[in-house]
């Protein structure tokens, strides 16, 4: 059993010892106009980028809303890199299924949050800052 078959496995939740017959890429086929070589380079292109987002969000860490909307960016942009593997109907419905809904929510709630204490940091450096005259 190859690498990809494996992969496929376990990301549409099956064991190893279900036998499947599709690809990995099987499920998209009907759906894209990508071909499989496009799909995995635009994943691993998306992948990188997301992951280089979040790293170089660090380095602007002081500024609060920069920092937060480059690591909630490049946290989408990492965790939808999937869809050009699964295809993005199959990777929400696995998202939304029931033993993966808490996860999905608190992943959710965790960026809004990010942004939304982005925003009032923001703010309250704004105020500090003109209530000292600086």
């Known amino acids: 059993m190859d690498a ?9 939740g099956g064991d190893d010892e279900e036998l499947q017959e599709e690809s990995i890429l099987g499920d998209t086929e009907d759906l894209c106009s990508l ?12 992948l990188v980028a997301g992951l280089a987002l979040m790293i170089l969000s660090f380095i602007v860490f002081a500024r609060p809303i920069k920092f937060a909307v480059m690591f909630t960016f490049g946290n989408m942009l990492a965790v ?21 809904l808490y996860a999905t929510a608190i992943y959710v709630g965790c960026v809004v949050l990010a942004l939304i204490f982005a925003l009032w940091v923001q703010f309250e450096l704004h105020t500090f800052r003109a209530k000292d005259g600086f």
């Open 4 to 12: 990809l078959t494996r992969l496929h496995r376990s990301l549409a």
């Open 35 to 46: 071909s499989p070589l496009q799909r995995i380079y635009a994943f691993a292109a998306c």
């Open 80 to 100: 939808g890199s999937t869809a050009f593997v699964m295809g993005p109907q199959k990777q929400l419905r696995m998202m939304f299924d029931p033993v993966r």
